[in-house]
Protein backbone atom coordinates (compact mmCIF):
# COMPACT_ATOMS: atom_id res chain seq x y z
CA UNK A 1 0.00 0.00 0.00
CA UNK A 2 2.65 2.39 0.95
CA UNK A 3 3.98 1.84 -2.68
CA UNK A 4 0.56 2.72 -4.43
CA UNK A 5 0.45 5.79 -2.05
CA UNK A 6 3.81 6.98 -3.38
CA UNK A 7 2.32 6.63 -7.22
CA UNK A 8 -0.88 8.60 -6.06
CA UNK A 9 1.24 11.53 -4.39
CA UNK A 10 3.60 11.80 -7.16
CA UNK A 11 0.72 11.27 -9.81
CA UNK A 12 -0.98 14.11 -8.16
CA UNK A 13 1.98 16.51 -8.35
CA UNK A 14 2.64 15.66 -12.12
CA UNK A 15 -0.99 15.98 -13.00
CA UNK A 16 -0.89 19.73 -11.63
CA UNK A 17 1.38 19.83 -14.40
CA UNK A 18 -0.80 21.37 -17.30
CA UNK A 19 2.00 20.04 -20.05
CA UNK A 20 2.76 16.59 -18.43
CA UNK A 21 0.07 14.20 -20.77
CA UNK A 22 0.93 16.55 -23.74
CA UNK A 23 5.23 15.53 -22.67
CA UNK A 24 4.12 12.24 -22.33
CA UNK A 25 3.10 11.74 -25.53
CA UNK A 26 6.12 13.99 -27.11
CA UNK A 27 8.27 11.28 -25.17
CA UNK A 28 6.63 8.16 -26.04
CA UNK A 29 5.87 8.87 -29.94
CA UNK A 30 9.49 9.15 -30.12
CA UNK A 31 10.57 6.29 -28.90
CA UNK A 32 9.84 3.92 -31.16
CA UNK A 33 8.95 4.21 -35.19
CA UNK A 34 6.23 1.27 -33.81
CA UNK A 35 5.11 3.84 -31.36
CA UNK A 36 4.65 6.76 -33.72
CA UNK A 37 2.60 3.92 -36.84
CA UNK A 38 -0.35 2.94 -33.90
CA UNK A 39 -0.97 6.60 -32.97
CA UNK A 40 -0.82 7.79 -36.35
CA UNK A 41 -5.04 7.64 -36.84
CA UNK A 42 -5.46 8.46 -33.23
CA UNK A 43 -7.16 11.58 -31.29
CA UNK A 44 -4.75 12.63 -29.34
CA UNK A 45 -6.95 15.10 -26.57
CA UNK A 46 -8.58 11.51 -26.50
CA UNK A 47 -6.08 9.36 -25.67
CA UNK A 48 -4.86 11.79 -23.12
CA UNK A 49 -8.12 11.08 -21.04
CA UNK A 50 -7.82 7.23 -21.64
CA UNK A 51 -4.18 7.94 -20.20
CA UNK A 52 -5.43 9.45 -17.59
CA UNK A 53 -7.68 6.40 -16.78
CA UNK A 54 -5.43 4.17 -17.55
CA UNK A 55 -2.69 4.90 -14.76
CA UNK A 56 -5.38 5.13 -12.88
CA UNK A 57 -6.73 1.59 -13.22
CA UNK A 58 -3.18 0.29 -13.03
CA UNK A 59 -2.90 1.73 -9.36
CA UNK A 60 -6.54 0.37 -8.39
CA UNK A 61 -5.23 -2.91 -9.67
CA UNK A 62 -2.10 -2.47 -7.68
CA UNK A 63 -4.35 -1.94 -4.35
CA UNK A 64 -6.44 -4.39 -4.86
CA UNK A 65 -8.89 -3.90 -7.61
CA UNK A 66 -10.10 -7.05 -9.83
CA UNK A 67 -8.15 -6.38 -12.94
CA UNK A 68 -11.48 -7.00 -14.70
CA UNK A 69 -10.46 -3.42 -16.35
CA UNK A 70 -6.88 -4.45 -17.31
CA UNK A 71 -7.89 -7.88 -18.61
CA UNK A 72 -10.64 -5.99 -21.12
CA UNK A 73 -8.01 -3.34 -22.29
CA UNK A 74 -5.25 -6.06 -22.99
CA UNK A 75 -7.88 -7.77 -25.01
CA UNK A 76 -8.81 -4.28 -26.75
CA UNK A 77 -4.78 -3.83 -27.60
CA UNK A 78 -4.38 -7.84 -28.54
CA UNK A 79 -3.55 -9.16 -32.15
CA UNK A 80 -7.19 -9.75 -32.65
CA UNK A 81 -8.28 -5.78 -31.37
CA UNK A 82 -5.08 -3.08 -32.50
CA UNK A 83 -2.26 -5.58 -32.28
CA UNK A 84 -0.23 -3.71 -29.97
CA UNK A 85 2.49 -6.04 -29.12
CA UNK A 86 3.83 -6.52 -25.57
CA UNK A 87 7.08 -4.86 -26.28
CA UNK A 88 5.28 -1.51 -26.62
CA UNK A 89 4.54 -1.76 -23.34
CA UNK A 90 8.10 -1.40 -22.57
CA UNK A 91 8.65 1.93 -24.00
CA UNK A 92 5.16 3.35 -22.53
CA UNK A 93 6.66 2.83 -19.43
CA UNK A 94 9.48 4.18 -19.99
CA UNK A 95 8.65 7.01 -21.49
CA UNK A 96 5.99 8.00 -18.38
CA UNK A 97 9.01 7.59 -15.87
CA UNK A 98 10.94 10.00 -18.02
CA UNK A 99 7.88 12.21 -17.77
CA UNK A 100 7.42 11.31 -14.62
CA UNK A 101 11.32 12.87 -13.58
CA UNK A 102 10.39 15.75 -15.54
CA UNK A 103 6.95 16.98 -13.87
CA UNK A 104 7.54 15.43 -10.18
CA UNK A 105 9.84 18.18 -8.56
CA UNK A 106 9.64 16.26 -4.93
CA UNK A 107 10.31 12.53 -6.84
CA UNK A 108 13.00 10.49 -5.45
CA UNK A 109 14.34 6.86 -5.93
CA UNK A 110 12.21 5.13 -3.93
CA UNK A 111 9.09 6.70 -6.08
CA UNK A 112 9.96 5.96 -9.18
CA UNK A 113 10.87 2.50 -8.01
CA UNK A 114 7.42 2.57 -6.71
CA UNK A 115 5.69 3.84 -10.26
CA UNK A 116 7.66 0.99 -11.93
CA UNK A 117 6.26 -2.06 -9.25
CA UNK A 118 3.07 -0.60 -9.33
CA UNK A 119 2.31 -0.49 -12.73
CA UNK A 120 3.95 -2.87 -13.42
CA UNK A 121 1.74 -5.65 -12.23
CA UNK A 122 -0.61 -4.72 -14.02
CA UNK A 123 1.12 -3.67 -17.39
CA UNK A 124 2.06 -7.57 -16.89
CA UNK A 125 -1.76 -8.70 -17.08
CA UNK A 126 -2.21 -6.32 -20.04
CA UNK A 127 0.46 -7.88 -21.84
CA UNK A 128 -0.85 -11.37 -20.87
CA UNK A 129 -3.87 -10.83 -23.45
CA UNK A 130 -1.77 -10.18 -26.46
Not at 10 to 38: E, M, Q
Not at 61 to 76: E, N, Q, V
Not at 88 to 99: I, R
Amino acid sequence: MENTNRVMQSYGRCCASPSFFNDFYTTFLASSPAVRVKFSQSDMEAQKHLLRAGILNLVLFARGMPDTKLRALGKTHSREGFDIHPKLYDFWLESLLLTVRQHDSKLDQQDLLAWSEVLGKGIDIIKSQY
